[in-house]
């Protein structure tokens, strides 16, 4: 199973959700599960942002490693999960891919449990933002997270 995080740059939301599932799902015995992330503005090789890197160590992750790069056609048909930050994503990918996006939300789709729910909103970019912003995202992330990981298990 592949999963793909989208959000813009690739450099703070998307990365930072894919760190914490790969902690969560091989913490949670689904270790096969393969996370990547990309993002649709297309950014190249660019580092996290400074304060994505320091809240996910806050957690004892590590994201130094990552660099950016954008979604490819390639991702779409090869994930069965493409998880989003915003709305703006999915409008993004459906515009430049039709019919390449099948199981798909929005990351907060799972912030009130394991059943994805519809209509749910977006995850707001920290971006340009102080440290606590990430850090607020982050939170939402990691109970998102937990909820995904909670609903894989049950699809097995």
Do not use: Q
């Amino acid at each position: 199973m592949r999963i793909l995080f989208v959000c813009s740059g690739n450099i703070c939301r998307s990365p930072m959700a894919a760190e914490y599932a790969r902690h969560r799902l091989a913490s949670s015995g689904l270790s096969h599960v393969v996370v990547d992330s990309a993002g649709t503005l297309g950014i190249e090789g660019e580092p996290p942002t400074a304060e994505a890197k320091e809240v996910v160590r806050e957690h004892k992750l590590d994201i130094g490693h990552h660099r950016s790069r954008g979604i490819r056609e390639h991702d779409l048909r090869t994930a069965d999960w493409v998880i989003m930050m915003a709305m703006l994503h999915v409008e993004e990918i459906e515009r430049r891919f039709p019919s390449r996006l099948r199981t798909w939300a929005v990351l907060r789709a799972f912030e009130e449990g394991p059943a994805p729910r519809v209509g749910a909103p977006d995850l707001e970019d920290p971006i340009g933002e102080p440290i606590e912003a990430y850090r607020a995202a982050f939170e939402v992330i990691r109970k998102c997270v937990d909820h995904l990981v909670l609903h894989l298990k049950h699809e097995r």
